[in-house]
DNA sequence: CTGAAAGCGCTTACAG
DNA sequence: CTGAAAGCGCTTACAG
């Protein structure tokens, strides 16, 4: 490193005219200004040489070679222009918030079929912010960005005008529900989800079925509320809006949520959690009144988070295909930007029950 | 859609010579190579016109850039060259893998930071296999990174000489342990941490204290066992072999681990495993011999995931900043791409003790 | 609002 | 192994 540095100001002196050298601070004059062209002149070679010492080609002189090399450290050389053929593949991931063991699964998917092609997954998070929306839709221009996942988003028509019009493919992971949104987009089938979670709870004999739900204004949850009132008809029991309490998919609208439904005269014997944070808030809650999972109350959640394997009691819950989901996700996109078709316009991938420990047949009624 | 697809059609019989369209597979040929005079030509305008539509600015008539925009998407232009002034400012954030919430941690605050400056943060995994971090590097070349926050790898040394040799700045999160990494690092207390963790079981009257390791090649393995060796020793406990199985952050290495513990003749009264994951695995454990936490044992973890105040029961745990981490690295390499000095070459940020419930005084012993 | 001209930062044959 | 020359894809004044 002080080599590095002793060397460096070697240059500085030698060389005072370039804009701004690497180890200063920007010197009002503005940005530093390395080309190929000035470190060329700084190492006596031609233009030439430098660009294919830059490019790792192989027919460069070990020492001519390693002055540049030395040179190009100095200065902190970035290429301001990118190789014809390998044009800087990327693809740009978009969350709201990267707050949740939710988010790891689909950048993992993302990033798995991205990276197998040669594309880099930029993730980043716009907290339903217009100005953050606005920066990040600068970045993404200035980065020439390829295609766009978008997960969730409020955003979603004013982003999409905007990629349309850029001509940037744009693939959108579990909607929130923009109506007249013309872009491909990836769920899960959370109807069939809220039908099997609840149909589950059915055959153990459970009767009084809470729910919390997830928030209004999102596909997902409206589709999983309405998977749980269609097998609650189905099998002949009255839906009661009572035992529906609202919930906002985090931990602490669960624990609350699970209050409420538990202090009702008649409360349920089973609760059914629109999340799987909403669940684990829930078991809390129960845990706090001294009431057992499964034996007291039976808890069901839904997404099927890793951990989920390892809560206490392992969960109940809704497997959705999240990593599969980003695959897709990034699949399509990359399709797109290769100027391919698109095969589907919307897709749901499978949700499925899985059955762990929270979950068991009501108890017997205390003999009141 | 359909419009646009018709309209494409249109443009394709007029300009057949145009190497390949954008709607069209690859035909042999090669890669489509839509430049910005190609659609200067389609549209009837001159290359300046269409770079003003493409760079966005105001001074074209609504008509023209209407026309040109459409063709710009039709022909699924995508920049070949950056603007001198804006170079995509790319970031690159490499785990070994994405499958713990750990990263998400430490990828919402490097996104924070990196997000506030304009910079795109590129998520990668590369499995600790040479053969993914060729291709990443080869990847990251092409996409002139202006930075490299590594997180714990095997393969940092490699990974650390190449880098080197391009001039890209690298910052090393929780270094794995290579000894002569001349980067900076940024990682937490964990010997601190570790005394910190036995200290309150030692607190509560715990002697016999179970400890499940992490992998011993990383450093803050080594380091947080040594913490709990360390504060036995304060409080002449003395360090039994047997009490200390291995482990590798895991769940399921937490669960055997504690199986194993509690195999033992005189099994542990408490368990201190390295990770929080390895302290639900233990928890699992523990449920299934029919043993509460923390009435029969006592249970506490490291890192403090956000979702362990969620856990049943919530889990007391060293609490490891990683978001903080992610940020102090995102700065560190962000001054370092600007030609900044290094403020600190290595730096731990603290951890700390938090206490929930999974921790009580030892049972009082049967009276055998 | 638009284009002809000059310029920039590279790369790609080609010749030695 | 190296450079002079031509070329490419853009952008930036400048003039109208």
Redesign the interface.
């Known amino acids: ?1 002080l080599k590095n540095f002793r060397r460096e100001s070697d240059v500085v002196r030698k060389q005072g005219n370039m804009a ?7 010197q009002g004059d503005g ?2 200004k390395v080309t190929i062209t000035a470190i060329a002149r700084e190492a006596g070679v031609s233009v030439p040489t430098v660009s294919r010492v830059v490019n ?1 080609r192989s027919d460069v002189a070990p020492d001519t070679r390693a002055r540049v ?1 030395d040179l ?2 100095q200065y ?15 693809l ?1 991931l978009v969350f709201n918030d ?4 939710w ?2 699964e689909i ?2 998917g993302v ?2 079929v991205a ?1 197998a092609s ?8 716009i907290h339903d912010r217009a100005g ?1 929306a606005r ?2 839709m ?2 993404l ?4 960005s ?1 295609g766009v996942i978008l997960v969730t988003s409020a955003l979603e028509p004013v982003l999409h005008k905007e990629l ?4 940037v493919p744009l693939v959108v992971i579990d909607p929130a529900g923009s109506p007249a949104l ?1 872009a491909p987009t990836i769920g899960a089938t959370n109807w069939a989800g809220g039908m099997a979670a609840t149909g589950h709870l059915l055959e153990l004999g459970h009767r009084r079925i809470g729910f919390i739900a997830g928030p209004p204004r999102l596909l997902c949850s409206r589709a999983r509320l309405d998977g749980y009132r269609s097998a609650l008809e189905d099998a002949g029991v009255p839906v009661n809006d009572e035992l529906i309490v609202p919930g906002d998919f985090y ?1 602490e609208s669960g624990f609350t949520g699970c209050e409420t439904l538990m202090a009702l005269p008649e409360p349920p014997t089973a609760v059914f959690a629109a999340s799987d ?1 909403m669940a ?2 829930a ?2 809650a129960l ?1 706090r009144k001294g009431l057992r999972v499964p034996q007291d109350v039976s808890v069901v959640g839904f997404d099927d988070l ?2 989920m ?6 969960l109940t819950t809704v497997r959705q295909p999240l990593a599969e989901m980003g695959k897709m996700a990034a699949r399509t996109v990359l399709r797109q ?5 698109i095969d589907a316009p919307r897709l749901e991938l499978a949700t499925e029950l899985v059955v762990r420990a929270s979950t068991a047949p009501p108890a017997p009624r205390p003999a009141d």
Chains 1, 2 share one sequence.
């Open positions: 490193m701004v050298q690497r180890g200063n601070k920007d940005r530093r790792g090399e190009l450290r902190g050389y970035r290429r301001r222009t990118v190789a014809p053929g390998d044009r800087a593949a990327l740009d990267l707050d949740s063991p988010a790891v950048i993992r990033e798995e990276h040669g594309v880099g997954t930029v993730v980043s998070a953050a920066q990040w600068k970045n221009r200035a980065r020439a390829d349309h019009r850029l001509g013309d931990h944070q684990l808030g078991i809390e845990r890793p951990e394997r390892w809560s206490a009691p392992p930007a290769q100027g391919g078709d």
